[in-house]
Protein backbone atom coordinates (compact mmCIF):
# COMPACT_ATOMS: atom_id res chain seq x y z
CA UNK A 1 0.00 0.00 0.00
CA UNK A 2 3.27 2.49 -0.13
CA UNK A 3 2.16 3.94 -3.39
CA UNK A 4 -0.75 5.48 -2.50
CA UNK A 5 -0.30 9.02 -2.37
CA UNK A 6 -1.59 10.54 0.89
CA UNK A 7 0.87 12.67 1.79
CA UNK A 8 -0.16 16.04 3.37
CA UNK A 9 -3.01 15.46 3.66
CA UNK A 10 -5.51 15.07 6.82
CA UNK A 11 -7.70 12.01 7.15
CA UNK A 12 -10.74 12.18 9.58
CA UNK A 13 -12.27 8.86 10.44
CA UNK A 14 -15.38 9.29 12.40
CA UNK A 15 -16.08 5.81 14.31
CA UNK A 16 -12.55 5.97 15.34
CA UNK A 17 -12.58 3.40 18.03
CA UNK A 18 -15.23 1.04 15.90
CA UNK A 19 -14.52 -2.34 14.88
CA UNK A 20 -12.91 -1.08 11.05
CA UNK A 21 -12.39 2.45 12.30
CA UNK A 22 -9.56 1.31 14.64
CA UNK A 23 -7.54 -0.83 11.88
CA UNK A 24 -8.26 2.11 9.79
CA UNK A 25 -6.45 4.77 12.06
CA UNK A 26 -3.70 2.26 12.82
CA UNK A 27 -3.25 1.54 8.12
CA UNK A 28 -3.28 5.62 7.97
CA UNK A 29 -0.52 6.17 10.30
CA UNK A 30 1.66 4.06 8.17
CA UNK A 31 1.34 6.93 5.26
CA UNK A 32 2.63 10.17 5.45
CA UNK A 33 -1.13 11.82 6.31
CA UNK A 34 -2.27 13.34 9.71
CA UNK A 35 -4.64 11.21 11.06
CA UNK A 36 -7.60 13.07 13.47
CA UNK A 37 -10.03 10.15 15.21
CA UNK A 38 -13.29 11.28 15.88
CA UNK A 39 -15.43 9.33 18.77
CA UNK A 40 -18.10 9.38 21.35
CA UNK A 41 -15.82 7.00 23.06
CA UNK A 42 -12.29 7.87 24.63
CA UNK A 43 -9.32 7.51 22.10
CA UNK A 44 -5.52 7.20 23.07
CA UNK A 45 -3.86 10.35 20.88
CA UNK A 46 0.05 10.33 19.65
CA UNK A 47 2.28 12.52 17.61
CA UNK A 48 0.68 11.28 14.64
CA UNK A 49 -3.11 11.62 15.85
CA UNK A 50 -5.70 14.27 17.15
CA UNK A 51 -8.66 13.22 18.41
CA UNK A 52 -11.78 14.39 18.97
CA UNK A 53 -14.48 13.45 21.23
CA UNK A 54 -17.52 14.03 20.03
CA UNK A 55 -20.88 13.31 18.67
CA UNK A 56 -21.48 13.13 14.76
CA UNK A 57 -24.93 14.14 15.31
CA UNK A 58 -24.00 17.61 16.55
CA UNK A 59 -23.04 20.24 14.04
CA UNK A 60 -20.32 22.01 15.85
CA UNK A 61 -18.44 18.50 15.45
CA UNK A 62 -18.89 18.61 11.50
CA UNK A 63 -17.30 22.42 11.54
CA UNK A 64 -14.45 21.29 13.44
CA UNK A 65 -13.85 18.10 11.10
CA UNK A 66 -14.80 19.71 7.88
CA UNK A 67 -12.24 22.97 8.25
CA UNK A 68 -9.52 20.90 8.42
CA UNK A 69 -10.19 17.35 6.26
CA UNK A 70 -9.16 16.85 3.08
CA UNK A 71 -10.52 13.20 3.11
CA UNK A 72 -13.49 11.90 5.48
CA UNK A 73 -13.79 8.16 6.23
CA UNK A 74 -17.70 8.03 7.47
CA UNK A 75 -18.30 5.27 9.57
CA UNK A 76 -19.75 6.30 12.63
CA UNK A 77 -23.42 5.16 12.96
CA UNK A 78 -25.96 2.84 13.83
CA UNK A 79 -24.79 -1.31 12.80
CA UNK A 80 -27.59 -3.03 13.92
CA UNK A 81 -30.63 -4.15 11.80
CA UNK A 82 -32.30 -5.61 15.15
CA UNK A 83 -31.79 -2.07 16.62
CA UNK A 84 -33.08 0.12 13.78
CA UNK A 85 -36.35 -2.06 13.85
CA UNK A 86 -36.79 -1.55 17.11
CA UNK A 87 -35.59 2.48 16.87
CA UNK A 88 -36.19 3.63 13.38
CA UNK A 89 -36.18 7.27 14.27
CA UNK A 90 -33.08 6.92 16.27
CA UNK A 91 -31.81 4.83 13.33
CA UNK A 92 -32.48 7.72 10.65
CA UNK A 93 -31.45 10.34 12.89
CA UNK A 94 -28.08 8.98 13.50
CA UNK A 95 -27.83 7.77 9.89
CA UNK A 96 -28.84 11.11 7.97
CA UNK A 97 -28.07 14.30 10.56
CA UNK A 98 -24.73 13.41 10.70
CA UNK A 99 -24.82 13.99 6.62
CA UNK A 100 -26.74 16.82 7.00
CA UNK A 101 -24.75 18.48 8.96
CA UNK A 102 -21.39 17.88 6.76
CA UNK A 103 -23.29 19.36 4.04
CA UNK A 104 -24.30 22.34 5.51
CA UNK A 105 -20.75 22.93 6.74
CA UNK A 106 -18.98 22.05 3.42
CA UNK A 107 -21.44 24.59 1.94
CA UNK A 108 -20.45 27.56 4.42
CA UNK A 109 -16.80 27.07 4.18
CA UNK A 110 -16.47 26.18 0.52
CA UNK A 111 -14.52 23.30 1.23
CA UNK A 112 -14.91 20.45 -0.75
CA UNK A 113 -13.79 16.81 1.60
CA UNK A 114 -14.01 13.46 -0.44
CA UNK A 115 -16.39 11.73 1.53
CA UNK A 116 -15.30 7.61 1.54
CA UNK A 117 -18.41 6.35 3.00
CA UNK A 118 -18.93 2.90 4.65
CA UNK A 119 -22.29 1.37 3.20
CA UNK A 120 -23.33 -2.05 3.52
CA UNK A 121 -23.90 -4.79 0.40
CA UNK A 122 -27.46 -5.81 2.24
CA UNK A 123 -28.98 -2.80 0.42
CA UNK A 124 -29.19 -4.91 -2.23
CA UNK A 125 -31.80 -7.00 -0.74
CA UNK A 126 -33.55 -10.52 -1.19
CA UNK A 127 -31.48 -10.96 -4.97
CA UNK A 128 -32.45 -13.68 -7.43
CA UNK A 129 -29.03 -13.47 -9.17
CA UNK A 130 -25.48 -14.29 -8.43
CA UNK A 131 -23.15 -12.65 -8.19
CA UNK A 132 -24.65 -9.45 -7.97
CA UNK A 133 -23.26 -6.02 -9.60
CA UNK A 134 -23.79 -2.45 -8.68
CA UNK A 135 -26.12 -2.55 -11.88
CA UNK A 136 -28.62 -3.96 -9.43
CA UNK A 137 -31.33 -1.12 -8.07
CA UNK A 138 -31.13 -1.61 -4.32
CA UNK A 139 -34.63 -3.31 -2.81
CA UNK A 140 -33.61 -3.14 1.16
CA UNK A 141 -35.81 -5.19 3.03
CA UNK A 142 -34.89 -3.87 6.49
CA UNK A 143 -35.34 -0.11 7.75
CA UNK A 144 -31.15 -0.91 8.51
CA UNK A 145 -30.74 -0.87 5.25
CA UNK A 146 -33.00 1.60 3.77
CA UNK A 147 -31.66 3.61 6.20
CA UNK A 148 -27.84 3.51 4.61
CA UNK A 149 -29.26 3.46 0.68
CA UNK A 150 -31.07 7.04 2.19
CA UNK A 151 -27.21 8.17 3.04
CA UNK A 152 -25.54 6.97 -0.39
CA UNK A 153 -28.36 9.21 -1.74
CA UNK A 154 -27.66 12.07 0.33
CA UNK A 155 -24.22 11.59 -0.58
CA UNK A 156 -24.34 11.65 -4.00
CA UNK A 157 -26.92 14.65 -4.09
CA UNK A 158 -24.49 16.46 -2.57
CA UNK A 159 -21.49 15.45 -4.58
CA UNK A 160 -23.79 16.56 -7.92
CA UNK A 161 -24.26 19.83 -6.58
CA UNK A 162 -20.38 19.69 -6.29
CA UNK A 163 -20.52 20.30 -1.97
CA UNK A 164 -18.44 17.55 -1.20
CA UNK A 165 -16.88 14.27 -3.69
CA UNK A 166 -18.00 11.25 -2.73
CA UNK A 167 -17.33 7.13 -2.89
CA UNK A 168 -19.48 5.00 -0.92
CA UNK A 169 -18.04 1.54 -0.82
CA UNK A 170 -20.75 -1.01 0.14
CA UNK A 171 -19.11 -4.19 2.25
CA UNK A 172 -19.95 -7.75 2.48
CA UNK A 173 -19.25 -9.46 5.51
CA UNK A 174 -16.32 -8.37 7.31
CA UNK A 175 -14.53 -11.04 9.84
CA UNK A 176 -11.20 -10.32 11.20
CA UNK A 177 -9.50 -9.33 14.23
CA UNK A 178 -9.47 -5.39 15.44
CA UNK A 179 -9.04 -3.95 18.67
CA UNK A 180 -12.74 -3.62 19.08
CA UNK A 181 -15.11 -5.92 18.46
CA UNK A 182 -18.42 -5.01 17.04
CA UNK A 183 -20.76 -3.18 18.97
CA UNK A 184 -24.07 -4.67 17.50
CA UNK A 185 -24.79 -8.39 18.27
CA UNK A 186 -25.70 -9.42 14.59
CA UNK A 187 -22.18 -7.88 13.38
CA UNK A 188 -19.07 -9.46 13.85
CA UNK A 189 -20.93 -12.81 14.39
CA UNK A 190 -17.59 -15.11 12.69
CA UNK A 191 -15.25 -13.57 14.78
CA UNK A 192 -17.70 -14.37 17.52
CA UNK A 193 -18.05 -17.95 16.71
CA UNK A 194 -14.40 -18.14 16.08
CA UNK A 195 -14.00 -17.07 19.99
CA UNK A 196 -16.31 -19.93 20.64
CA UNK A 197 -14.51 -22.47 18.75
CA UNK A 198 -11.39 -21.55 20.45
CA UNK A 199 -13.01 -22.16 23.95
CA UNK A 200 -13.70 -25.38 23.30
CA UNK A 201 -17.55 -24.73 22.42
CA UNK A 202 -19.95 -26.43 19.86
CA UNK A 203 -21.12 -24.04 16.84
CA UNK A 204 -25.14 -23.79 16.49
CA UNK A 205 -26.17 -22.39 13.40
CA UNK A 206 -30.17 -21.59 12.18
CA UNK A 207 -31.91 -23.29 9.46
CA UNK A 208 -29.17 -25.72 7.37
CA UNK A 209 -27.23 -23.28 6.86
CA UNK A 210 -26.91 -23.28 3.32
CA UNK A 211 -27.41 -19.54 2.19
CA UNK A 212 -24.31 -18.07 1.03
CA UNK A 213 -22.44 -15.43 1.82
CA UNK A 214 -19.32 -13.82 0.77
CA UNK A 215 -16.60 -12.88 3.85
CA UNK A 216 -14.44 -10.89 3.49
CA UNK A 217 -11.24 -10.05 5.61
CA UNK A 218 -10.91 -6.96 7.58
CA UNK A 219 -7.28 -5.79 6.07
CA UNK A 220 -8.82 -6.27 2.38
CA UNK A 221 -11.72 -3.89 3.60
CA UNK A 222 -9.36 -1.44 4.82
CA UNK A 223 -7.23 -1.69 1.89
CA UNK A 224 -10.20 -0.64 0.42
CA UNK A 225 -11.00 2.01 2.00
CA UNK A 226 -7.58 3.90 1.74
CA UNK A 227 -7.41 3.14 -2.09
CA UNK A 228 -11.13 4.85 -2.06
CA UNK A 229 -9.28 7.96 -0.38
CA UNK A 230 -6.49 8.28 -2.52
CA UNK A 231 -7.11 6.93 -6.30
CA UNK A 232 -8.68 9.85 -8.69
CA UNK A 233 -11.40 9.56 -11.13
CA UNK A 234 -13.69 7.74 -8.48
CA UNK A 235 -15.84 10.72 -7.10
CA UNK A 236 -19.42 9.70 -7.36
CA UNK A 237 -18.98 6.31 -7.75
CA UNK A 238 -20.57 3.52 -5.46
CA UNK A 239 -18.84 0.25 -5.25
CA UNK A 240 -18.99 -3.46 -3.71
CA UNK A 241 -15.72 -4.56 -1.47
CA UNK A 242 -16.06 -7.76 -1.06
CA UNK A 243 -13.91 -11.24 -1.62
CA UNK A 244 -15.86 -11.82 -4.82
CA UNK A 245 -16.24 -15.69 -3.21
CA UNK A 246 -19.52 -17.32 -1.83
CA UNK A 247 -19.68 -19.82 0.87
CA UNK A 248 -21.83 -21.01 2.82
CA UNK A 249 -22.79 -20.10 6.41
CA UNK A 250 -22.40 -24.12 7.48
CA UNK A 251 -19.21 -24.41 4.94
CA UNK A 252 -17.65 -21.49 6.98
CA UNK A 253 -18.49 -22.79 10.63
CA UNK A 254 -16.84 -25.71 9.84
CA UNK A 255 -13.99 -24.40 8.54
CA UNK A 256 -13.55 -22.67 11.58
CA UNK A 257 -14.10 -26.11 13.89
CA UNK A 258 -11.74 -27.93 11.86
CA UNK A 259 -9.23 -25.22 12.30
CA UNK A 260 -9.81 -24.77 15.96
CA UNK A 261 -9.55 -28.42 16.29
CA UNK A 262 -5.82 -28.04 14.83
CA UNK A 263 -5.11 -25.68 17.86
CA UNK A 264 -6.77 -26.50 21.33
CA UNK A 265 -6.90 -30.44 20.11
CA UNK A 266 -10.95 -30.61 21.01
CA UNK A 267 -13.18 -32.23 18.43
CA UNK A 268 -16.23 -29.53 17.51
CA UNK A 269 -19.60 -29.99 16.56
CA UNK A 270 -22.12 -27.83 13.88
CA UNK A 271 -25.23 -28.29 15.20
CA UNK A 272 -28.34 -27.01 13.44
CA UNK A 273 -31.58 -25.74 15.14
CA UNK A 274 -34.67 -24.18 13.69
CA UNK A 275 -34.92 -20.84 13.08
CA UNK A 276 -36.06 -19.14 16.27
CA UNK A 277 -39.11 -16.12 15.32
CA UNK A 278 -38.16 -12.73 14.62
CA UNK A 279 -35.43 -13.13 12.81
CA UNK A 280 -35.02 -10.92 9.67
CA UNK A 281 -35.60 -12.78 6.52
CA UNK A 282 -32.32 -10.81 5.13
CA UNK A 283 -29.98 -13.28 7.32
CA UNK A 284 -31.23 -16.20 5.05
CA UNK A 285 -30.43 -14.69 2.19
CA UNK A 286 -27.87 -16.18 -0.56
CA UNK A 287 -25.25 -13.11 -1.25
CA UNK A 288 -21.90 -13.07 -3.42
CA UNK A 289 -20.91 -9.86 -4.82
CA UNK A 290 -19.34 -8.74 -8.12
CA UNK A 291 -15.86 -7.05 -7.54
CA UNK A 292 -14.87 -6.20 -10.72
CA UNK A 293 -15.86 -2.92 -11.18
CA UNK A 294 -14.02 -1.81 -8.46
CA UNK A 295 -11.26 -3.69 -9.17
CA UNK A 296 -11.10 -2.04 -12.92
CA UNK A 297 -11.42 1.50 -10.97
CA UNK A 298 -8.92 1.38 -8.36
CA UNK A 299 -6.33 -1.86 -8.50
CA UNK A 300 -7.50 -3.24 -5.42
CA UNK A 301 -7.87 -6.84 -5.21
CA UNK A 302 -9.11 -8.86 -1.86
CA UNK A 303 -5.47 -10.62 -1.23
CA UNK A 304 -7.14 -12.97 1.64
CA UNK A 305 -9.04 -15.99 1.31
CA UNK A 306 -11.42 -17.04 3.60
CA UNK A 307 -9.57 -20.39 4.85
CA UNK A 308 -5.97 -18.05 5.53
CA UNK A 309 -8.28 -15.39 7.12
CA UNK A 310 -9.88 -17.95 9.91
CA UNK A 311 -6.32 -19.05 10.60
CA UNK A 312 -5.12 -15.52 10.87
CA UNK A 313 -7.92 -14.73 13.31
CA UNK A 314 -7.52 -17.84 15.54
CA UNK A 315 -3.93 -16.97 15.45
CA UNK A 316 -4.91 -13.14 16.58
CA UNK A 317 -7.49 -15.02 19.52
CA UNK A 318 -4.87 -17.53 20.56
CA UNK A 319 -2.58 -14.29 21.67
CA UNK A 320 -5.25 -12.49 23.47
CA UNK A 321 -7.17 -10.82 20.45
CA UNK A 322 -10.22 -8.67 21.81
CA UNK A 323 -13.27 -10.46 20.13
CA UNK A 324 -15.93 -11.42 22.65
CA UNK A 325 -17.78 -14.65 22.60
CA UNK A 326 -21.46 -14.79 22.12
CA UNK A 327 -23.83 -17.84 20.78
CA UNK A 328 -25.70 -15.86 17.76
CA UNK A 329 -25.21 -17.36 14.75
CA UNK A 330 -26.71 -15.28 11.87
CA UNK A 331 -24.43 -13.99 9.54
CA UNK A 332 -25.81 -10.35 7.70
Same mark, same amino acid.
Request: proline share 3%; glycine share 8%.
Given at each position: ????????????????????????????????????????????????????????????????????????????????????????????????????????????????????????????????????????????????????????????? @?? +???? =???? %? $???????? #? &??????????????????????????????????????????????????????????????????????????????? @?? +???? =???? %? $???????? #? &????????????????????????????????????????????????????????
Amino acid at each position: MSHLNLNGKTAVVTGASGYIGSILVDALLKHSCKVVQVSRSKLDSSGQTKTIKADVCNEDTWANIVQQADIIYHLAGNTSVYEAAKNPAESLRSTLLPLNHLTKVSKEMQRKPLVVFASTATVYGLTSRLPVSETLVPKPTTIYDLHKLFAEQQIDL @AT +QQGT =IESV %S $LRLANVYG #P &SRSGSSANDRGVLNRITANALQGKDLLVYGGGNYLRDYVYITDVVNALLIAGATPGLNGEVFNVASGVGNTVKSAFELV @AS +QAEL =ITGK %S $LTVNFEKC #P &SGVAPIEFRDFTADITKFIAASGWRPEVNLSEGIALLLADLTHGGAVSSSKSNTEN
